[in-house]
T-cell receptor, first 114, second 111 residues
């Protein structure tokens, strides 16, 4: 089945720094890649997504890059703030009805220090 | 308020008991999900359901079963809980598999 790997597993940065979170997947049937954020004590929240027919998507301080050939994604967060401290999850989804192939990475814990 | 609602927030029970968790969404979505999030925050999909089809992750033990009365409700029943079932159970909904909206979770502790 699908396997999603995220690196690094954790990051500590100073406020204002940029961070890069990498994600790779194995199943070429995956065509939709949403990312979620989980702040301490809060529910999982969608932050950005990309489909396999796109290479790049931006949402304010978030930029998501996708390479279909290498099955790799990277999430770039600029000008980090303490409020960005959370666990970030990459996921891969075939969208074809086989939702049991909907797979999340293990998460990247980001801590932004003021 | 449009959102995904889960009850209870917490549940503590003994090994072998049966438990049931409720989930309701008021977003008008057509697909609902149950996830298990363990103590390391790993997320594993257990079930997905839309008004046409229930899809079960084949790795989920048979003591777990989803129950749906309509597309806005998807409950989770666990017959005879075991210690490894201790986790946070997250309900989510989406439109046709896209962006998912999550509930706050139900934390289950099995003694």
């Amino acid at each position: 089945g699908e396997q999603v790997e995220q690196l690094p597993s954790s990051l500590i940065v100073q406020e204002g720094a940029s961070v890069l979170i990498n994600c790779s997947y194995t199943d070429s049937a995956s065509v939709y890649f949403p990312w979620y954020k989980q702040e301490p004590g809060k529910r999982l929240q969608f932050i950005i997504d990309i489909r396999s027919n796109m290479e790049r998507k931006q949402n304010q301080r978030l930029t998501l890059l996708f390479d279909k050939k290498t099955k790799h994604l990277s999430l770039h967060i600029t000008a980090t703030q303490p409020g960005d401290s959370a666990i970030y999850f990459c996921s891969a989804n075939p969208l074809s009805g086989s939702f049991n192939k909907l797979t999340f990475g293990a998460g990247t814990r980001l801590a932004v220090c003021p | 308020e449009t959102a995904v609602f889960q009850t209870p927030n917490y549940h503590v029970t003994q090994v072998g008991n049966e438990v049931s968790f409720n989930c309701k969404q008021t977003l008008g979505h057509d697909t609902m999900y149950w996830y298990k999030q363990d103590s390391k925050k790993l997320l594993k999909i257990m079930f997905s359901y839309n008004n046409k089809q229930l899809i079960v992750n084949e790795t989920v033990p048979r003591r777990f079963s989803p129950q749906s009365s309509d597309k806005a409700h998807l409950n989770l029943r666990i017959k005879s809980v075991e210690p490894e079932d201790s986790a946070v159970y997250l309900c989510a909904s989406s439109l046709r598999g896209y962006e998912q909206y999550f509930g706050p979770g139900t934390r289950l502790t099995v003694l």
